[in-house]
């Protein structure tokens, strides 16, 4: 059981290129998250989904697309990186109800040049 | 909507020295309330949760949270520091009506422990 697993580790993008982050979860959770983390400003929500093919935008949605096309994965991409999407992504997973616990990736290193 | 403040960006105890990492929340309805750590270069674990029933929370590695309602406040507690404390940690609220699934962070509070 490898809870939940991110793919890259690290990556480093010049202005305007383009890349897909992978979360995948093998808990069988219905809801699945992105954020981004940045120094001073905690965790904040970039999109959510509440099951497969669905997709939701959260607080800071701009420039990022998901996709949820599977159930145990969700795809957070980039179409024309920016040196303001600089940052640490994190994928979460939950099962689905209000209460429950949210289980986090690693997290991923991005770097836009 | 929901806020979360975090009081203090950098706190340091001394080891065998209480803990304290306060959170305030601002919500028109008391929310579910959680307290997340997250170790150097990892993500983020669950330490505590409350959502109903008694308001003094136990969690892992001897932390605790006490939610009060009239301070809007759920405050983290661990009576000794040990050095494998330091770390940053999270204080999150998720609204209590069923469809709304969206947490909302405070900025962190990094813990330093003196020897």
């Known amino acids: 059981n490898a809870g939940v697993t991110q793919t890259p580790k690290f990556r480093v993008l010049k202005t305007g290129q383009s890349m897909t982050l992978l979360c995948a979860q093998d808990?069988?959770?219905?809801?699945m998250y992105w954020y981004r983390q940045d120094p001073g400003m905690g965790l904040r929500l970039i999109h959510y989904s509440v099951g497969e093919g669905t997709t939701a935008k959260g607080e800071v949605p701009d420039g990022y697309n998901v996709s949820r096309l599977k159930k145990q994965n969700f795809l957070l991409g980039l179409e024309s990186a920016a040196p303001s999407q600089t940052s640490v992504y994190f994928c979460?997973?939950?099962?689905?109800?209000?209460?429950?616990?949210?289980?986090f990736g690693p997290g991923t290193r991005l770097t836009v040049l | 909507a929901q806020s979360v403040t975090q009081l203090g960006s950098h706190v340091s105890v001394s080891e065998g020295a209480l803990v304290l990492l306060r959170c305030n929340y601002s919500?028109?309805?008391?929310?579910?309330l959680f307290w997340y750590v997250q170790y150097p270069n990892q993500g983020l674990q669950l330490l505590l949760k409350y959502t109903t029933g008694a308001t003094l929370v136990k969690g892992i590695n001897g932390f605790e949270a006490e939610f009060k309602k009239s301070e809007t406040s759920f405050h983290l507690t661990k009576p000794s520091a040990h050095m494998s404390d330091a770390a940053e940690y999270f204080c999150?609220?998720?609204?209590?009506?069923?469809?709304?699934?969206?947490?909302?962070f405070g900025t962190g509070t990094r813990l330093t422990i003196i020897p």
């Open positions: 999150a609220v998720r609204p209590t009506m069923i469809g709304n699934e969206k947490l909302t």
């Open positions: 919500s028109s309805v008391p929310p579910y």
């Open positions: 808990m069988n959770h219905e809801y």
């Open positions: 979460a997973s939950s099962p689905g109800q209000t209460t429950d616990t949210q289980y």
